[in-house]
């Protein structure tokens, strides 16, 4: 089992859809949570954190995280063309631990 | 404020030879991890240093080694290039052993 698994997709939405992307992590001493983005040759972009249970919004992007199911996904609303990239999935469990990246999630939003 | 920044922006090398990559970190940070970046797969976590000393190595053989000085910047070393060793190298800063990390541009070697 990965530590941090995402689906590779691609996932298709049409323009002003709402994505969702998900990820399940197996270490339940995890405790932050990433997403970056990561266009096409070049590096990854943080998008957002979080820590507690629950939903974390900004702007048109909203964090969820589950730590009793081990899952965390982002939804992206109102996508546009340019949110087209891979979605990177990260945890750490805090204290000095290594993050751990999931393989990423392609997104492909048609205008 | 100064993001990460790394260098070269490209390499080239051949098996058998050894490399340097460089990296700043952003103002204020203490704590540098390398990736490595293989195509279509998620980061892989080399190392990370923290206030000059090596805090957790993932799975990678010892010809990988790094340094971080005292103005917290950062190298990662390769000695006895593989082809597998072509990805792209990324380098992040954080201002504490668990905070966000954030990235540089990474280095794209290739290894002939």
């Known amino acids: 089992q990965k530590e941090v698994e995402q689906n590779s997709g691609p996932l298709s939405v049409p323009e002003g859809a709402i994505a969702s992307l998900n990820c399940t992590y197996s270490d339940r001493g995890s405790q932050s949570f990433f997403w970056y983005r990561q266009y096409s040759g070049k590096s990854p972009e943080l998008i957002m954190f979080i820590y507690s249970n629950g939903d974390k919004e900004d702007g048109r992007f909203t964090a969820q995280l589950n730590k009793a199911s081990q899952y965390v996904s982002l939804l992206i609303r109102d996508s546009q063309p340019s949110d087209s990239a891979t979605y990177l999935c990260a945890v750490n469990k805090g204290g000095g631990f290594k993050t751990i990246f999931g393989a990423g999630t392609r997104l492909f939003v048609k205008a | 404020e100064t993001g990460v920044t790394q260098s070269p922006t490209h390499l080239i090398k051949t098996r058998g030879q050894q490399v340097t990559l460089r990296c700043s970190s952003q103002s204020g940070h203490n704590t540098v991890s390398w990736y490595q970046q293989a195509l279509g797969q998620g980061p892989q976590f080399i190392f990370q240093y923290y206030r000059e000393e090596e805090n957790g190595r993932g799975n990678f053989p010892p010809r990988f080694s790094g340094l971080q000085f005292p103005n917290y910047s950062s190298e990662l070393n390769v000695n006895a290039l593989e082809l597998d060793d072509s990805a792209l190298y990324l380098c992040?800063?954080?201002?504490?052993?668990?905070?966000?990390?954030?990235f540089g541009p990474g280095t794209r070697l290739t290894v002939l």
């Open positions: 992040a800063s954080s201002l504490g052993l668990a905070d966000t990390q954030y």
